[in-house]
């Protein structure tokens, strides 16, 4: 298992030592840059998917550092959310499958 906050350390630590000095709306602009950049590999076949989407999450790390969210634990909250969430199928007037998530009190 990985330590998030230990990488997000280093990762903070990194940008320290470069002198990078990014603010918070250009990292959510280099965060989507980098998930583009992942599409545009797949799509074209080419190798460096993986690298991309490492380069996501280090964006990603950077600004729960910033804004103070725990990625981690937010991440374990999120799948054990959708992991109770329940979907209803239905035909689209197409006949393929959707589902459509039944909303709840405590997940509106
Ligand atoms: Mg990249």
Redesign the pocket.
């Known amino acids: 298992m990985i330590d998030l906050k230990k990488l997000q350390k280093d990762i903070m630590d990194n940008r320290k030592e470069k002198g990078f000095n990014s603010d918070i709306t250009s990292d959510f602009c280099r965060a989507y840059e ?1 998930l583009s ?1 992942a599409f545009s590999k797949y799509n074209k076949n080419q190798p460096g998917v993986a690298e ?1 989407f490492a ?1 996501v999450v280090i964006f990603l790390l950077g600004m729960c550092d910033t804004l103070g969210y725990d990625l981690e634990k937010e991440l374990v909250a999120k799948v054990e959310k959708n992991k109770k969430r329940k979907y209803i199928k239905e035909k689209t007037p197409e006949g393929k499958d959707i589902f459509i998530r039944i909303k709840t009190n405590e997940d509106p």
């Open positions: 980098e950049e991309e380069d």
